[in-house]
């Protein structure tokens, strides 16, 4: 990085400055020099704490700290880029005044290009955006962007000639073809709407809460109330939780979701960050939401986005800080409550995220997801029994369970498991194989539930066979099968499938043990004590702690040479 050699001249030079200083006679040149150093070490020393927040993804620090060290050496090139991106992604009218000084910088000609189209200056608008280069994202973005420029300076058929191309057989064509579709919509354009939306859904490559709110709402505005209902309906199977948020969307399909091209570039804009999330390119994708936040700063499905971004890359606080900015009256408000609980208590605060819960409980009394969230929140917290009681209350909601309600009765057979109720338990789990027969963890918990105690191994065996065929790279499962081998005296091959699973997952301590057991089996006693001894270390549940010392006490009664006690896991 070209800041990076300039920081070490920047070194160099404040300690030759110092070292000077040191060996001279204090005096007017020494008190020059002196401020000099200072100024410069000032300067590395705003910038690493800017670039340090800026990892951290504390928005705000980064921005003061980087404009700081910008402030202190206007010149350089390097902050001058780095204060922007930072004032960027932070929200600040800085953002702007750098973009001026930054002409081949893409980010910067997007910032401008989104004030003037804000400004209802289509045609600069348009030349920014036409003036990017045609590579990587902008190549990606670019004809949306043009497109929707037109649009705002009233040229829809110049706006569709833009997207044509891209609409046939392109990369992202149903993107392409959404957008062309909102833009005949909002131009009154109804069959070149139709034929555009009928190709983005078939083309799209997979409902998302976005697109699912884009076609429910053209489907209802034609007429077709039922179909716009099933199309939001359809997105409980990929994420049961999106079901409360549903009634509010269904109320609001009457709005056209794009009024204006402003709002046209910021669906731009989440389209592509979408995209990006999905190869864990988060940064660029955080670039491209906080584009679309400053053109429409009400945009819940962008805040949305960016809180999962935040919080997968563990920045609860932060994600909790863009959802608080969403209003009250947003159809996906009660989604956004739903996420704002589960943040809470990754922070720690659990009467909050508790109490949040029960609010939003009693706001939808017929939904049953706050319910189930909280007796998420509980069971992981080992609370069981109220674990048992919250998922009681949220199946009490459901009137006729569908396929998509199977993760409640498989969650609800886990906190029974735990707490020593196995019928309730073995009921549950079969429920839920019901509902959703190939489910791999609901086969793997009852199969190896059975396992445990020794009952209906052959039906255990398929269905854990089915599990592993679904996740092969799952060490819990493969754990399973090799566990369940053992138990049926196939020595050998649970070895292999064992020592398979302690690749998959190697710090987890059941694992771990059941390859101790194997060993043992084998008449590998040492390997076996070594694998139990490792188990120990790997923060066992206490009521496996126990079971390990116990064969470690055995062990040490049979194998000569140091005891237990002296042996130690490298």
């Not at 600040?92 to 200056?121: F, H, I, S, V």
């Not at 459901?398 to 498989?410: E, G, M």
């Not at 066979?465 to 053992?486: C, H, K, W, Y």
Request: one cysteine or more; proline letters at 5%; hydrophobic letters at 45%.
């Amino acid at each position: 990085m070209q800041y990076a050699r300039s920081l070490r001249r920047t070194v160099l030079l404040a300690a030759t400055l110092l070292s000077a200083c040191a060996a001279s006679e204090p005096g007017a040149e020494n008190g020059q020099l002196n401020a000099a150093g200072q100024r410069q070490a000032d300067v590395f020393g705003s910038y690493l704490s800017g670039r340090f927040a800026a990892s951290q993804t504390d928005l705000d620090r980064a921005a003061t700290d980087l404009l700081r060290a910008y402030r202190a050496e206007p010149d350089n090139s390097e902050l001058l880029q780095q204060a922007f991106l930072a004032s960027l992604l932070d929200g600040r009218p800085d953002a702007e005044t750098l973009a001026l000084k930054l002409p081949d910088n893409p980010a910067a000609q997007l910032a401008l290009a989104d004030q003037a189209a804000l400004a209802g200056n289509w045609d600069s608008a348009e030349q920014r955006f036409h003036a990017l280069p045609r590579q990587g994202l902008t190549q990606l973005l670019q004809p949306l962007l043009v497109a929707w420029a037109q649009q705002g300076a009233g040229r829809t058929d110049a706006a569709l000639a833009t997207l044509a191309p891209f609409v046939s057989g392109a990369r992202f064509q149903g993107v392409y073809a959404l957008h062309a579709a909102m833009i005949a919509d909002l131009a009154g354009k109804q069959a070149d709407a139709a034929r555009f939306y009928h190709t983005a859904q078939t083309e799209y490559g997979g409902l998302n809460l976005r697109l699912a709110q884009i076609l429910a709402s053209w489907q209802a505005r034609q007429g077709h109330q039922a179909e716009a209902e099933a199309t939001l309906q359809a997105l409980t199977e990929t994420s049961g939780e999106m079901a409360i948020a549903i009634p509010a969307m269904s109320a609001s399909l009457a709005t056209r979701p794009v009024a204006s091209a402003t709002d046209g570039i910021a669906e731009s804009y989440l389209a592509l960050a979408a995209a990006l999330r999905q190869q864990d390119q988060t940064e660029y994708a955080l670039l491209l939401l906080q584009l679309a936040l400053d053109v429409r700063p009400g945009f819940s499905p962008a805040r949305l986005l960016m809180a999962d971004i935040l919080d997968g890359d563990k920045h609860p606080g932060n994600a909790l800080k863009v959802l608080a900015q969403v209003g009250a009256t947003d159809p996906l408000i009660t989604l956004v409550k739903l996420r704002t609980a589960s943040l809470n208590e990754e922070l720690g605060n659990t009467p909050e995220a508790t109490a949040a819960l029960e609010q939003l409980a009693r706001e939808n009394p017929d939904r049953p997801e706050p319910l189930a969230q909280l007796g998420d929140l509980l069971r992981l917290k080992s609370r069981f029994g109220e674990a048992v009681t919250a998922y009681d209350r949220a199946i009490a909601r459901i009137k006729a369970p569908t396929r998509s309600d199977w993760p409640l009765f498989y969650d609800r057979g886990i906190a029974l498991e735990r707490s020593k109720q196995w019928v309730r338990a073995e009921a549950d789990f079969e429920h839920a194989l019901q509902l959703s027969p190939d489910e791999p963890f609901v086969l793997n918990y009852l199969g190896y539930s059975w396992t445990e105690q020794g009952r209906n191994l052959a039906k255990a065996r398929q269905m854990i066979d089915r599990a592993v065929e679904q996740r092969p790279n799952d060490g819990s499962i493969v754990d399973s099968l090799g566990f369940l081998m053992l138990r049926q005296g196939e020595t050998a091959p649970a070895i292999r499938q064992l020592e398979h699973a302690v690749e998959l997952e190697p710090e987890d301590s059941t694992i771990n043990g059941h390859l101790g057991d194997a060993y043992w089996a084998a008449g590998r006693k040492l390997e076996a004590e070594y694998q139990w001894r490792r188990a120990l270390t790997l923060k066992p549940e206490p009521d496996e702690v126990s079971g390990l010392e116990a064969k470690l006490k055995e062990a040490e009664a049979q194998l000569p040479g140091p005891t237990t006690a002296e042996r130690k896991v490298p």
